[in-house]
């Protein structure tokens, strides 16, 4: 069945340094652009980042740009997401999301999110 499993997250000091990654299984995931999503405590879902399905193409959210970095990694059915110099308010639950259009048909798949506590 499709699977999205992220890891990575934990706690870190303000500045440091998090790579999150994200395993798909059970889906094309060379044919699906792939996505970052975080949602902070009490708040709704942000986009972070975006990468298309051959690494062309990188998006970011203005708060993040500079500091984070979106790979993936096609051969290891894989995404990640580098974070440099966390701040608090990157404090959020990150969830990948893999997104592919055929015709009509949209597919659309979320992990079930890893945790990133940025506090001294």
């Known amino acids: 069945q499709v699977q999205l499993v992220e890891s990575g997250g934990g706690l870190v000091q303000p500045g440091g340094s998090l790579r999150l990654s994200c395993a798909a299984s059970g889906f094309t995931f060379g044919s699906y652009w792939m996505y970052w999503v975080r949602q902070a405590p009490g708040k709704g879902l942000e986009w972070v980042s975006a990468?298309?399905?051959?690494?062309?193409?990188?998006y970011y959210a203005a708060s993040v740009k500079g500091r984070f970095t979106i790979s993936r990694d096609n051969a290891k059915n894989t995404v990640y997401l580098q974070m440099n110099s966390l701040k608090p308010e990157d404090t959020a639950v990150y969830y990948c999301n893999g997104e592919s259009v055929a015709g009509t048909q949209k597919y659309n798949y979320w992990g079930q999110g890893t945790q990133v506590t940025v506090s001294s």
């Open positions: 990468i298309d399905e051959r690494s062309a193409y990188t």
